[in-house]
Structures are given as structure tokens and as C-alpha cells.
């Protein structure tokens, strides 16, 4: 089990006050001038600052020109994954690894513009956690626009946030928000979500969206059907993470309910000599479904159990191969354990 971090894992002395994290996958195309408007937008904002390329098993020579980019800039941080994890874990990683009071997310496609920052800063000035941003004018093909569409109402709907696009990874969060996010599988596209069931307060503004210029879009139809599967633990996380016997407990009570009233109602047939009821499917589906109840009543009981001496936390921080940072960044004071990662 890992204990809850109040800081990174991999805690500097420095002090760094923005933390930009970009998930890269395939990304070598767009790294070069990626790296050139961030650095140009952060170094006009006055805050200590650090990118976070987070390479979740890249094959296209990424891990060469990150580590480049670190030998250069100690504003530059390298975290290699030991192979491809998928976003949510990068994301993980990524927030662990990160200093900053604030943190950026975006991604490494040139889709999301830099210059864009300064507005989620000021977005956070207004007493919101978390700002996602809202690609009004998204320039993708339709084929992956209109599941998009589909999948951002459907979760609305679901969950009662008023936000027009869950899945856009331009996002700039509070560290607190981060401390208590658990991300695996396709759970990256429900940020929003379990930031709001955790009591914080979420917030959106339209961002600029380019359209991709290099390499290959990371989306597929099987993406979009686990993000659907993903969206029944997000809907359960949110309303039952804490109180799993209220969702066991009515199913539970259900069945049984419906099954003593079906046997009820047999057993007044057979006391009044109405019916014989020993060869009904009936009498054998009003016990079935007592004895599921009770299962089920037991099995929420369980849940109640783990729930309170038990909490999850990710294991992503065991999944990387190296921290990579500049050797001359200073006043730098690296952990044992930071150490033997670099």
C-alpha cells in the first residue's frame, strides 16, 4: 500500500509554483515546437515553473529528444513509463511526480496552444479547484467529433456537471485536486467527475483547438467503448464509493422483498387449499431470489467492510523506469529513492 503523498514523491527542496504535465505518446513530430511555445508562455508568467513530459512507451525516438530537452533546460523534467500504460497512468505518474501548487495537463499533439495558460490561471483566481477546458471550435474529423458529442451529454446527463467537454485534456488544476485522484483504465475522461464527487469545485472556459498537424490520433471505437464501460465506475465511485451498502443494500432488500411476496402469495394457495404449490417455477424463483438478496445483502456488507479499513491508492509510481532531471538545477535535495530512479 502507498501512503497518501502531502507532496511529490520525488520532493525537491526548490520550489516551483506551476507544473505543466504533457502525456506523450508517438510525439516526436510536434515535441520541437511544443517545447518552443511553452517555454515562450512560461517564461512570461511570473512563477517558478517545470514541464513534465511523461513518455507512456514511446517508439518514435521521443525518449531521445526529451532527454535532450533535459541536458538543457532545468526547467525540464523526463518521466519514461517501463511501456505503454495508457493516459490515465501517464496522467498519474505525471501528478505525482509534479511540484507545482498548480498544475497544467495538455496534450503533446500541438492541438492544445500554450498561450491558452494564462487564462486557466486566471480561471482558478475565481474560486473554482479545477478549469476544463472546452474545445468550441474542435477541429477533428467527424468520426471522432460525434462520439465526442454523444459521450460528453451522456455523462452531463448522468452526473449532473454542467460541462461541455469532459474529455478535453487542457485542463489546470489545484495540487489539492490532484492528492486525491486515483486514475487507471480510461478514468482520465471523468477527471471533472471525480473531482466534483469530492467535493470540488470545477469550472470551464472555451480554449483555442488546432488541428493536428503531425503523427497519428491516439482515438479508436474500442477507446470510446471502455470510456463507456468507465463511466459505470465513475457513476458508482461517485455516489457509492464510501457507502457501498446503500447500492448492495436496495438491491439486496429488492430481492428479497420480491422474493418473500412471491412466496407469500403461494403459501396463502396452499393454506387455503387453493392450489398445490410443489411443482410451481414459481415457488423456485421466490427462494432464488430471497437467497440472492441475502447474498447480495452480504456482499454489500463486505464492501462496507473493506471500504472502512482499506483505502486504494495507485501503484503507478512503481511502473516508472527513470526520472530524468537536469544535474544542475539548484539547491536540489533528491530523495534515496529519487536517486536510484535517475
Known amino acids: 500500500m502507498i501512503p497518501q503523498l502531502s507532496r511529490s514523491k520525488f520532493d525537491l527542496s526548490v520550489k516551483v509554483d506551476l507544473s505543466v504535465i504533457v502525456p506523450i505518446l508517438n510525439e516526436r513530430g510536434n515535441l520541437p515546437e511544443l517545447y518552443k511555445r511553452l517555454t515562450e508562455v512560461l517564461s512570461q508568467i511570473p512563477r517558478k515553473y517545470e514541464i513534465i513530459f511523461v513518455d507512456d512507451g514511446s517508439s518514435d525516438g521521443c525518449l531521445d529528444l526529451c ?19 495508457g493516459k490515465a497512468t501517464a496522467l498519474q505518474v505525471g501528478f505525482q511526480v509534479a511540484q ?13 496552444d ?48 454542467k460541462l461541455r467537454d469532459f474529455n478535453c485534456g487542457f485542463k489546470a488544476y489545484r495540487r489539492e485536486v490532484v492528492e486525491t485522484l486515483d486514475l487507471y483504465g480510461e478514468l482520465h475522461r471523468y477527471i471533472p467527475v471525480l473531482a466534483h464527487a469530492n467535493g470540488f469545485r470545477i469550472g470551464e472556459i472555451p480554449v483555442n483547438h488546432h488541428p ?14 471502455r470510456g463507456a464501460f468507465d463511466l459505470l465506475t465513475v457513476l458508482f465511485l461517485g ?5 457501498p451498502l446503500h447500492l448492495f443494500g436496495l438491491i439486496g432488500i429488492a430481492f428479497c422483498g420480491l422474493g418473500f411476496a412471491i412466496d407469500l402469495y403461494l403459501s396463502i394457495l396452499w393454506l387455503t387449499g387453493i392450489a398445490y404449490i410443489g411443482n410451481r ?14 447474498q447480495v445483502l452480504i456482499f454489500g456488507l463486505l464492501a462496507e467492510m473493506i471500504t472502512a479499513v482499506t483505502y486504494r491508492r495507485s501503484e503507478a509510481m512503481e511502473l516508472i523506469r527513470r526520472v530524468n532531471r537536469n544535474a544542475r538545477a539548484p539547491d536540489t535535495d ?4 529519487e536517486r536510484a530512479l535517475i
Open 212 to 225: 493536428r498537424q503531425n503523427g497519428k490520433s491516439k482515438y479508436s471505437f474500442e477507446r470510446f467503448a
Open 67 to 85: 532527454r535532450v530537452l533535459v541536458e538543457s533546460d532545468a526547467h525540464v523534467t523526463l518521466v519514461e513509463l517501463r511501456r505503454h500504460f
Open 114 to 161: 500554450p498561450v491558452e495558460i494564462p487564462r486557466f490561471l486566471e480561471a482558478l483566481e475565481d474560486g473554482v479547484d479545477l478549469v476544463s477546458g472546452w474545445k468550441k471550435r474542435r477541429r477533428d474529423p467527424l468520426g471522432k467529433t460525434l462520439p465526442s458529442k454523444l459521450f460528453n451529454w451522456v455523462t452531463s446527463m448522468l452526473t449532473g456537471i
Open 334 to 337: 533528491y530523495t534515496a529513492r
Open 100 to 112: 507545482g501548487d498548480v498544475i497544467i495537463t495538455m496534450d503533446g499533439d500541438l492541438q492544445d
Open 281 to 294: 417455477p414459481l415457488l423456485i424463483l421466490g427462494t432464488l431470489l430471497i437467497i440472492v438478496g441475502i
Open 239 to 243: 455516489s457509492f464509493k464510501r457507502r
